[in-house]
């Protein structure tokens, strides 16, 4: 099994920015690509960014290309997204995602317990 545990959601204004955190523990040997969805009240969850084992391919959403980062510090098993720019639309539970492969972005196995980012227009 493998744990995941996000950090550093919030309330913040239109146009700042937030930094998310996902620590991930357990049998995280073959999970080779790590990541956030979101959902916001009334809407399907959605994809915003995933990076690669080796942090070499990064994946991100129409939506938050430019805006956000996704990051890893690989020694401490953890994820970073790195939020700037923030609209009202970016609302949400963002929910740190893990699977073994790029394709399975679709339907990730591992999911966070989610944060709540909040943002005041």
């Known amino acids: 099994q493998v744990q995941l545990v996000e950090s550093g959601g919030g309330l913040v204004q239109a146009g700042g920015s937030l930094r998310l955190s996902c620590a991930a523990s357990g049998r995280t040997f073959n999970m080779n690509i790590m990541g956030w969805f979101r959902q916001a009240p009334g809407k399907e969850r959605e994809f915003v960014a995933a990076?690669?084992?080796?942090?070499?391919?990064?994946y991100y959403s129409d939506s938050v290309k430019g805006r956000f980062t996704i990051s890893k510090d690989n020694a401490k098993n953890t994820v970073y997204l790195q939020m700037n720019s923030l609209k009202p639309e970016d609302a949400a539970i963002y929910y740190c995602?893990?699977?073994?492969?790029?394709?399975?972005?679709?339907?990730?196995?591992?999911w966070g317990q989610g944060t709540q980012v909040t943002v005041s227009s």
């Open positions: 990076l690669s084992r080796s942090g070499g391919s990064t």
């Open positions: 995602i893990a699977d073994s492969t790029v394709a399975q972005m679709a339907a990730p196995r591992y």
